[in-house]
């Protein structure tokens, strides 16, 4: 059955001789390796436990499995584990060989459970004595008993960098129809906070030349940009930062708070958009984005109006109409609208990003001349980041961009009733907003 991994390592089996079966946290379906897992707990008196990922299976043998689990939990299992059988990814399998684990690798198959050829890496890894590979799993029960009795051998510094040449030869000459994108997502944070370990991944201070401390990050107040604004303008210094300063193909935006994601689970950082995840996106389209927020009884402007100062609205259309009036009637039909894509949050190639702050920043600029904020509390002078996540459905539309949406992950709890409660009071009562909902 299906249990937590809590569950589990406080049960009777996890203290028993067992063998861990891992499918990994790649989203693409692995059942074959499910299969085998509960086949060959069919045939042995030895405990399976199966950590299956996104891989739905209707298990008939194997009595515990479980999706995912923290890191700390899942070191946990290996330790206990008297035999490994994990898919061929290159992190699982270097850290189960760290820890001196007997490995039985039954890599994806390329394009059908992988977006790559893991046998590669399994196959080198093999040769080396570091695990032994398995190409057929129907051959499992048999390469499992050699590694019963199997002298392993450890993954030396020289035997690391033969790996590392073969992935590097293979990306390059194997597979050239693999596109490798060149992604960056800026994770704009003003304290210290939990981050994705992906590379992808850039955490940035924002409002850094503010800052009194410095707590490990990237500033935004390096190169080009416009840190001091941030009182103002939130999350935008760090787009500012990006667009004038990141050299990149595809160009990404996120929170330390609220990140890209398209699967869903109970460890919010496990289901942080991958790399792999980023580019199978954007293979489709330029521009990634979360799905719109509904706001079902309230139009864009009318629940600006109950919840701020509908001037600001009313401002920037006066600023469109000199700067660009073409654009006019699509935000006049976007206002209307009762949805949009908030937060501020997207993935850009790094053309389309280029243009649309060009066209933002320059309305934005001319907005804060017009708008005197220093009578106003640090929660209402926070408008042109407001004011800048409604214009982006106005620049998508005008422009004729595509994009495909994924979902996001909140990192912490959201109360949904205030937040209900705060928008009927805002809409039927007129009690504005006084701090981020």
């Not at 693409?28 to 299969?35: I, V």
């Not at 390059?172 to 994705?196: E, G, R, W, Y």
């Not at 949904?416 to 006084?434: C, M, N, Q, T, V």
């Amino acid at each position: 059955m299906e249990r937590d991994a809590e569950s589990i390592s406080k049960s009777k089996i996890y203290w028993c001789l067992m063998i861990l079966f891992s499918l990994g946290t790649h989203s693409q379906d692995f059942s074959r390796m499910a299969k085998a897992a509960d086949d060959y707990a069919a045939i042995t008196d030895e405990e399976v436990i199966v950590q299956t990922g996104y891989t739905k299976y209707d298990f008939k043998h194997v009595k515990e499995h479980f999706d995912f689990c923290p890191k700390d939990k899942m070191e946990q299992f290996m330790d206990k584990a008297n035999i490994l059988v994990l898919q061929g990814g290159w992190g699982g399998i270097c850290e189960a060989v760290d820890k001196g684990k007997r490995v039985v690798v039954l890599p994806r198959r390329n394009g059908v459970e992988h977006v790559h050829d893991q046998s590669q890496v399994a196959k080198k890894m093999d040769e080396l004595g570091c695990v032994i590979c398995c190409m057929n799993e129907n051959d499992l029960p048999e390469m499992i008993e050699k590694a019963r009795t199997y002298k392993f051998k450890p993954l030396r510094r020289g035997s690391a960098q033969i790996v590392t040449d073969t992935l590097n030869k293979w990306f390059h000459t194997s597979n050239k129809t693999q596109t490798i994108m060149d992604i960056k997502i800026l994770v704009a944070t003003h304290k210290k906070a939990h981050m994705p370990l992906d590379e992808m991944y850039l955490p940035i201070r924002v409002g850094n030349v503010l800052a009194k401390d410095d707590i490990g990050y990237k500033g935004d107040d390096t190169g080009e940009n416009i840190s001091e604004k941030n009182p103002y303008f939130c999350e935008l210094t760090a787009l500012y930062w990006g667009w004038k300063n990141v050299k990149a193909d595809y160009i990404g935006l996120a929170h330390y708070r609220r990140h890209f994601s398209c699967r869903k689970g109970k460890w919010k950082y496990s289901l942080i958009l991958t790399k792999e995840e980023a580019d199978n996106f954007l293979a489709k389209a330029d521009v990634v984005l979360p799905p719109k927020r509904k706001y079902f009884i309230e139009s864009l402007s009318s629940h600006y109006k109950h919840t701020h100062d509908l001037e600001h609205l009313e401002l920037t259309r006066e600023i469109m109409r000199k700067q660009c009036p073409e654009y006019l009637p699509t935000f006049d039909k976007v206002m209307k609208r009762t949805s949009a894509h908030m937060f501020n949050m997207m993935i850009m190639k790094y053309e389309v990003l280029d243009s649309y702050c060009s066209w933002l920043f320059r309305i934005l600029f001319a907005l804060e001349k017009e708008i005197d904020v220093t009578h106003m509390s640090a929660f209402d002078a926070r408008l042109f980041g407001r004011v800048s996540e409604l214009l982006l459905d106005v620049w998508l539309r005008q422009n004729d961009i595509k994009y495909v949406e994924t979902g996001f992950v909140q990192i912490g709890n959201e109360n949904w009733r205030k937040k209900i409660k705060d928008f009927l009071s805002a809409k039927f009562a007129g009690r504005k907003y006084d701090k981020s909902k």
